[in-house]
């Protein structure tokens, strides 16, 4: 088949081309981030590898060599090289200081350094640290100045040397970047052993011996003094007693005058109310006195007038009814009845009585009397029948049983003589038997009701009790005289001879009696009345008056029982106060003399305690001026010892080698203790394995970025390599129908095809691996730079080139192979017609509305579904470098973010220096002087783990001073925080992990921490408590100068620090910057070189995209030119496909890159530092902008292009 | 007519259907068919009579449901695709209505592809023969049709076949082209004493052949033999 090689080649050059480009970048990007990578893996390892660390190092102040020795004697040490080092200034070939840190070596050691160029070590000659030599310029041959025993001294730069451990410091993420200006230079032993350190070790052991000596006296002094001391406090403090003592009882002597004198006070107020209270009761007697006179009086008067006023009335009333004619009348009658009753002659007086009641009927009595007269009459009339009938019955003794029963009955009114007489004459009437017992006691019943009934009437009538009355007047003495009368009324009731005129005589006279006696009534009353109106008493005020009066008389005596009551208690009250002050009196004799006589005793006490207190002060001062005096000339001599050595600390490095059964732990701190007295400034075990770890742990972020992420952009790019070798043979389907109809077997045309694969694929791997070397070697010597190594061995190997290679091939002509077999299998008959193109499947649901666009959309649309297959593919890889580039884009700004976050927002000063001890007053003012701002902190920082809540974690814990600001950290809400004892400042997202938050609890290193904040630095994993606390979790030994300046002055700094001070360890936060600035740069370039393939790739892929579907419709887009559709109007609907296309990839593509990103920060976070996903529109508008450029780009090539068709032909051709 | 002649191709009972169900079409119907040797025949028919569907089975470029077809004693029914293929190559040339050149190739490399590599002159004799010498270096697209259509039937001598089928050679041509190109077909059946084959729907073309086998919806309708042949240059269409 000759020549067809070339035809395939002719007819789809451009598409051929396209893929060997295509494989050349994606094999060359991935070869060479791959062999870059391994190169750099393979440069680190064999470079650590073919270092022998030791199993330990101990750091010592300077000693004798003797102690290598010793060292090498303990049990488990194989062996111990022993090198002095010190920090110093040197000078170089133009006069710059630069500060290094000298070490010998031994001729063992020698061997184990790795040398990386022509090193000329004599006696003269010093080896400088290749990386620290290439920052400062320095070359073999160069000569560096040591200062030595004050003068400087010439030495020969013999060459650069490498050390592996550097190597593990820079690449120690723990170490925060140990910046190595502060450079490694290897000197002869005779510059520092044989010149000092034995000299030096031997005065400085003298030194320490007689500083020791100091020690023990200054102990036993201090001893003796401190006895004496105490002798002298308990001295003082029974002193103290006895004089508090004194001043109890001063204060008791006080405070008893001051009782006296209160109780002298009371005995006098109490006197002068005793003479109150006398007071008061004489005049309370004499008001009383008055006042009951008047009392008296008024009382009298009172009296006088209630007495006259009964009186008064009665017999004004008894005037009026004495005036009443017919009561005389019947008083004249009744008289006369009465009268008539006396006698036993019943029946006589019966006829008299009636007929004097007829007569008293006919002078009109009142009907009461008529009816008294005629029951008096009935009675007597009754009683006389009575009488008589029962007188026959009663036998004697009855009757006078009868009798004397009659006597003796209580009703009898025996004071009257009117009825003691009746009945008299009734109990004669019945001792003469002259009525039954029965009808006597009936008789007398009903005598007794009569006369009781007379009696009442006569009572009416007032004459008994009248009488009765008048005998009870008695206040205005005229008892007498109506005495008198009344006998005489009584007496003439009694007598027989009382007649009725008597009576009215008797009447009259009691009416003219009374009317005097009412006369006299009355002027005795108005006597009262006006006594009374003299006192402005009204008569219906008396009672008011006497009230008052009686009120008073009260009150009187009322105050002055309450006086008398008083002046009683206060009597009392005196005698008891008189006995108070008496004994009062006594008291404070005896006090006194007490007082006087210990007052004298502590004075003489107080004099000896001053005198023996001041004898003690002046041998302490003694003995201390005489201390200080020994440690000045101790301090002077160490200043001179180290002055004369030309360095600030002379060190002495022990590397121990174990052997591989010992416990390099517990060896180490064996051999660390059996130094003595000589300080042991630093030990620490060295574990290759921990070095080759931390090597891999660092590596896998470059992995990532170098090898993962290029291998699944290579993978891509074999998927597209694979489509377009299919996209071409299908396109040679007729040459391969042609060649089948001409007989050639399938194997044939496989054959030839894959002569072309072959071609392609030399044409992409070739160029390819000049990329890939070009790129190694790129990637290579900025690893170089990055990592201080001094040489970068390329590892081209199987990884590297030719896996990547074989695939391409691989994938290449499989894709061949695949497709020629394909369509050698149809008949050449069919292989060669027109190719019936699939009807474009319009789905069900899709065809009404594909049916109903117009024109040029339906065959847009048609188009894009009969090709649908391409169209899937083609977007697929634009989604695929969407991804790639968003991935990119979004971890650069991530990344940045986080820089920013770490170094832009938390450290504001310009740079950090870490010290072994806090910088004096002196530097302080010189840094001040020198126009620094600085501030210092005491901190510590170490990796430990600490949990909560069952969980736990290991994070960085920085220790800073009780109350310290956190520089830079802030909790949400922008406050600036600080740490205190007992609590932990939290990272958010620790906080979030460990699931506490503030005021929880958190343990670290077995204590119990509580949270006081958490803050809102995401990236800067690291957790702050106090140094206090730290003190007893771990050993804090660093301190932190922070400065704030402007321009470079590190070296400045340095020089600073070391000539004056000597501090040995120090870090620049500008380094750090410096140093994450390469490693961020790294990052960077790797991200951009992703992006750069993942635009070229993905251009190329649409571009040719867009031309095979331009050609696959050209006719029946050329059909649509020659109908008259303009070329903007075709343009625009292949522009909408595009769109379309741009549209979904990047609906596939945001997703997956940003998933992407994620992954791959996380795979650069560690755990002091987390790169946190900080995608934002920019990265998508970036990202969709670079797509929709390309887009637009082929698009526009491709409308380009088809300007050029000749449409007319295109429709005729019938192929 | 043929008596003289040996039977080199026998066609019996060839069916070839394409399609399935309703859309079934059957191309052939139980041809029978014998081609004798050194015979200048034309298939006559239609478009859609199963012309070039028989041309097509018989030059091996696909396969038939049923039947059989034998050539100088091949039988082509049940043959493996390499051996139909070395039919294809050794007894066939076939003459297409497109031409079917590779249009990146040059004269004489499409005519190469072909031929007998021992043979160093061949393709120059075969570019001469069909009077294109001065072309043999040119491609395709370079040619007229006519001279596509020669280069194409070059290339299809190239390999000596014993049958040279021509599928409507002188479809895409003009009627001048096409009468030149029958001319060269005539002669190389007339003087090279090939076996040729013409399928055409022109009935003119059909009166310089020796028989006419006229076809019909996929059945052969009349086998007759040309009584007057006429010579293709004074064919007129």
């Known amino acids: 088949m000759k020549g067809m090689l070339r035809a395939i080649r002719k007819k789809h050059i451009k598409l051929l081309a396209s893929v060997a480009v295509i494989a050349s970048l994606g094999f060359g990007m991935t070869a060479g981030l791959i062999c870059g990578y391994n190169s750099l893996k393979r440069s680190l390892k064999d470079y650590v590898s073919g270092y022998s660390y030791p199993d330990a190092v101990i750091t010592t102040e300077v000693t004798t060599n003797s102690s290598a020795d010793r060292l090498k004697e303990l049990a488990g040490v194989t062996a111990c090289d022993a090198r002095l080092y010190a920090d110093t200034t040197v000078r170089d070939s133009e006069g710059k200081n630069l500060t290094v840190r000298a070490f010998s070596f031994s001729e063992e050691e020698r061997q184990r350094f790795v040398y990386w160029s022509e090193a000329d070590n004599t006696e003269d000659t010093v080896l400088v640290e290749f990386k620290f030599a290439q920052s400062n310029n320095i070359r073999a041959g160069d000569r560096l100045s040591f200062r030595v025993k004050g003068e400087y001294r010439d030495y020969t730069v013999g060459g650069t040397v490498s050390r592996p451990e550097t190597l593990a410091a820079k690449i120690n993420d723990d170490s925060w970047g140990i910046n190595y200006d502060f450079g490694y230079v290897y000197v002869p032993v005779s510059l520092l052993e044989e010149e000092y350190a034995k000299d030096y070790a031997e005065k400085k052991s003298e030194l320490d011996k007689k500083s020791e000596d100091l020690e023990n006296e200054t102990e036993k002094a201090g001893k003796l003094l401190n006895e004496k001391i105490k002798e002298l406090e308990e001295s003082k403090k029974l002193f103290d007693e006895q004089k508090q003592a004194f001043k109890d009882a001063e204060e008791m002597e006080g405070s008893l005058s001051e009782q006296r004198e209160e109780l002298s006070d009371s005995e006098k107020e109490l006197k002068e109310k005793q003479t109150e209270l006398e007071a008061v009761i004489a005049l309370t007697e004499s008001k009383e006195a008055e006042l009951s006179e008047q009392y008296a009086k008024l009382t009298e008067a009172k009296n006088g007038l209630a007495a006259i006023k009964e009186p008064l009335e009665q017999l004004r009333q008894l005037n009026a009814s004495l005036s009443d004619a017919s009561i005389t009348k019947v008083i004249e009658f009744v008289s006369g009845l009465l009268v008539d009753l006396k006698y036993p002659v019943l029946t006589e007086d019966v006829e008299l009585l009636r007929t004097r009641l007829a007569e008293a009927q006919k002078e009109g009595l009142p009907e009461r009397i008529d009816k008294t007269a005629e029951s008096v009459a009935d009675f007597i009339v009754s009683v006389d029948s009575e009488i008589k009938a029962g007188i026959d019955r009663l036998t004697s003794d009855e009757m006078r049983e009868q009798a004397e029963r009659i006597a003796e009955m209580p009703e009898l009114p025996t004071g009257d003589s009117e009825y003691a007489e009746l009945i008299a004459l009734l109990a004669d009437h019945i001792r003469e038997a002259t009525v039954s017992p029965e009808q006597l006691t009936e008789v007398y019943e009903l005598t007794v009701n009569e006369l009781t009934e007379l009696r009442r009437s006569l009572d009416e009538l007032n004459i008994p009790q009248t009488a009765a009355k008048l005998r009870s007047i008695d206040a205005v003495g005229s008892a007498e005289k109506l005495g008198v009368l009344l006998q005489a009324i009584e007496e003439r009731t009694r007598t027989t001879d009382t007649s009725g005129q008597t009576l009215s005589q008797i009447y009259n006279g009691i009416l003219k009696s009374v009317s005097d006696m009412i006369s006299e009534l009355e002027a005795k009353r108005a006597q009262i009345l006006a006594e009374l109106a003299r006192y402005g008493i009204a008569e219906d005020g008396i009672d008011a008056a006497l009230w008052q009066l009686d009120q008073g008389i009260k009150e009187c005596r009322s105050q002055r029982t309450k006086a008398k009551n008083g002046l009683t208690e206060v009597r009392n009250g005196i005698g008891q106060i008189e006995d108070g002050i008496a004994e009062l009196d006594e008291a404070l004799e005896k006090l006194r003399d007490e007082l006087s006589k210990n007052s004298s005793e502590l004075n003489n006490a107080e004099k000896d305690l001053q005198n023996a207190e001041d004898e003690l002060d002046r041998e302490i001062v003694r003995a201390l001026d005489e201390r200080s005096e020994i440690e000045k000339e101790l301090e002077d001599a160490y200043k001179l010892l180290d002055e004369n050595t030309g360095y600030d600390e002379l060190c002495n490095e022990f590397l121990l080698y174990f052997d591989g059964s010992a416990d390099a732990d517990a060896l180490l701190e064996k051999a660390a203790a059996s130094f003595g007295n000589v300080k042991v400034k630093s030990s620490y075990t060295y574990a290759d394995s921990a070095v080759k770890k931390r090597i891999d742990e660092n590596l896998d972020p470059i992995r990532t970025m170098m090898v993962f992420l290029p291998a699944a952009f290579f993978a891509i790019v074999l998927i597209v390599i694979f489509l377009f070798m299919s996209m071409i043979i299908k396109q040679s389907r007729r040459e391969i129908g042609i060649l089948r109809a001409l007989g050639f077997t399938r194997g044939q045309v496989r054959a030839e095809f894959c002569k072309v694969s072959l071609v392609v694929c030399a044409a992409g791997l070739i160029p390819g691996a000049l990329i890939a070397a070009g790129l190694s070697m790129y990637v290579g010597s900025y690893f170089k730079d990055f990592f201080p190594l001094p040489e970068f061995f390329y590892d081209i190997g199987f990884a590297g080139i030719a896996l990547p290679a074989a695939a391409t091939a691989a994938v290449t002509l499989g894709a061949t192979l695949l497709s020629t077999g394909q369509i050698s299998r149809i008949m050449p008959d069919e292989a060669m017609s027109r190719q019936v193109r699939a009807s474009a499947k319009i789905p069900a649901l899709l065809r009404p509305a594909v049916n109903s666009l117009r024109p040029m959309a339906k065959v847009s649309v048609t188009s894009l579904m009969r090709s649908k297959g391409r169209f899937v593919i083609s977007t697929v890889c634009i989604a695929a470098s969407a991804t790639l580039i968003l991935t990119a884009f979004s971890f650069i700004a991530s990344k940045n973010y986080t820089v920013h976050q770490v170094f832009d927002e938390r450290i504001k000063y310009d740079c950090q220096i870490f010290l072994e001890k806090m910088p004096s007053d002196g530097l302080i003012n010189e840094l001040g002087n020198r126009g620094y701002t600085v501030r210092t902190e005491k901190l510590a920082y170490w990796q430990t783990d600490i949990s909560a809540n069952g969980k736990s974690r290991q994070t960085a814990v920085n220790a800073i001073e009780e109350n310290s600001t956190l520089i830079g950290i802030t909790d949400g809400s922008g406050k600036e925080l600080r740490v205190g004892r007992g609590g932990i400042v939290l990272e958010r997202h620790i906080a979030d992990e460990l699931g506490v938050d503030v005021g929880g609890t958190v343990t670290v290193k077995g204590r119990d921490l509580t949270v006081t904040a958490v803050s809102d630095q995401c990236v800067d994993r690291i957790q702050y408590i106090s140094l206090a606390d730290a003190q007893t979790l771990c050993e804090p030994d660093l301190c932190c100068l922070v400065c704030t300046l402007s321009g470079d002055c590190k070296q400045e700094l340095l020089t600073l620090l070391f000539d004056t001070e000597g501090y040995q360890y120090s870090v620049f936060t500008a380094a750090l910057y410096d140093y994450n600035t390469e490693l961020y740069a790294t990052y960077d370039l790797a991200a951009w070189i992703v992006i750069a393939f993942a635009v070229v790739i993905g251009f190329v892929i649409v571009f040719n995209t867009m031309l095979t579907n331009l050609h696959e419709n050209k006719k029946e887009l050329a059909i649509l030119r020659t109908l008259g559709f303009q070329h903007r109007e075709i343009s625009r609907s292949r522009l909408l496909q595009a769109l379309l296309q741009f549209a979904l990839a990047c609906l596939i593509g945001f997703p997956l890159g940003g998933l992407l990103a994620r992954a791959a920060l996380a795979s650069i976070s560690t755990p002091l530092t987390e790169y946190v996903y900080v995608g934002g529109i920019l990265e998508y508008v970036f990202t969709g902008g670079i797509i929709l450029a390309y887009l637009l780009v082929s698009h526009l090539i491709s409308m380009r292009s088809m300007k050029k068709w000749d449409v007319t032909e295109i429709v005729k051709d019938k192929e | ?237």
């Open chain 2, 1 to 237: 007519m043929n008596g003289n002649r040996q039977r080199i191709l026998t066609v019996r009972g060839l069916c070839k259907a394409y399609g399935s169900g309703e859309s079934r079409v059957e191309a052939l119907r139980n041809i029978d068919l014998d081609i004798y040797d050194g015979e200048l025949l034309t298939i006559l028919g239609s478009s859609g009579s199963g012309k070039s569907t028989l041309l097509n089975m018989l030059g091996g470029m696909d396969g038939f449901d049923s039947g059989s077809v034998i050539v100088n004693g091949q039988e082509l029914a049940g043959l493996r695709d390499t051996e139909l293929t070395k039919y294809r190559r050794e007894k066939v040339g076939f003459v297409f209505q497109s031409f079917n050149l590779i249009l990146e190739l040059t004269v004489r490399e499409n005519v190469a592809l072909t031929a007998n590599s021992r043979d160093p002159g061949l393709v120059d004799r075969m570019i001469a023969a069909v009077g294109l010498t001065e072309k043999a270096d040119s491609y395709p697209t370079k040619l007229s049709g006519g001279q596509q259509q020669r280069v194409s039937i070059a290339r299809a001598l190239a390999k000596d076949p014993e049958i040279l089928l021509c599928d409507e050679p002188t479809g895409a041509l003009d009627s001048e082209t096409g009468k030149a190109v029958l001319v060269l077909l005539e002669s190389l059946s007339r003087d090279s004493g090939k076996t040729v084959v013409i399928v055409t729907h022109n009935r003119d073309i059909s009166r310089m052949s020796d028989r006419t086998i006229s076809m019909k919806n996929g059945v052969i309708v009349e086998e007759t033999a040309n009584e007057a042949v006429v010579s293709a240059a004074d064919i007129e269409w």
